[in-house]
């Protein structure tokens, strides 16, 4: 079975700073991993992924996410935050065969301040 | 771009009623999933269903929850009798198979209130 532990519930931070939000998981196979953004009222928007090859992995909007095996992690940071990137952010793993069903993180809310 | 499409988008029921939410996956898609998030918990896995049976169901999943596809296009979950901790988003999401990786892509949810 995996589990996926988001280690912070609510991350503030001002315009333009950068931010990081963690994401570690545990399982005994191999693993797929996603980051999913939920802005407000709305649904669940994949944002990257990591399937193989490069550990480092890019969103369209500047947010980086870097898979390390060794850590079991799969943080997620941007350099510089808008006020946009204001939502819930979920990591998620999956298994590589079968169903590969999604295990989520209980969520980090980062809230942007002007 | 194609899009997971849940109707109802909100439904209000009284407790006991039975609920259909439904979901029309992506045209090309063969597995398909429900999802509930709970108001500020996490987003739970429900049922996977492929194949035109169910390939894997969490402990949620009890025998209150039932799937179906029953026309080849839409993919519904039905609560037999609600109760008032079903109260939830609930999220259908479906993906294509294929041999290697791929992405599950969701609806925009159906927001169950039981009173």
């Known amino acids: 079975a995996q589990s996926v532990t988001q280690l912070d519930s609510q991350v503030p931070v001002f315009e333009e700073a950068p931010v990081e939000l963690r994401c570690n998981y545990s399982?005994?196979?191999?693993?797929?991993l996603f980051w999913y953004v939920q802005y407000p009222n709305q649904g669940l928007q994949l944002l990257l992924k990591y399937l193989s090859g490069s550990t480092l992995v890019e969103s369209i909007n500047g947010f980086e996410a870097e898979f390390n095996k060794s850590q079991t992690s799969f943080h997620l940071r941007k350099p510089s935050v808008h006020i946009s990137d204001t939502a819930e952010y979920f990591c998620a793993v999956s298994d590589q065969q079968g169903a590969q069903k999604l295990v989520f993180g209980q969520g980090t809310r980062l809230t942007i301040n002007p | 771009e194609p899009e997971v499409t849940q109707t109802p988008s909100h439904q209000v029921t009284q407790m006991g009623q039975e609920v259909i939410l439904r979901c029309v996956p992506i045209s090309n898609h063969l597995y398909f999933y429900w999802y509930r998030q709970i108001l500020g918990q996490k987003v739970e896995f429900l049922v996977s269903?492929?194949?035109?049976?169910?390939?894997?169901k969490s402990e949620i999943f009890d025998d209150q929850f039932s799937v179906e596809r029953p026309d080849g296009s839409n993919f519904t979950l039905k609560i037999r009798s609600t109760k008032l901790e079903d109260s939830a988003m609930y999220f259908c999401?479906?993906?294509?198979?294929?041999?290697?990786?791929?992405?599950?892509?969701f609806g925009a949810g159906s927001r169950l209130t039981v009173l």
């Open positions: 269903f492929y194949n035109n049976e169910i390939s894997e």
């Open positions: 399982s005994s196979v191999s693993v797929y």
């Open positions: 999401a479906s993906r294509r198979e294929s041999s290697g990786a791929n992405v599950l892509t």
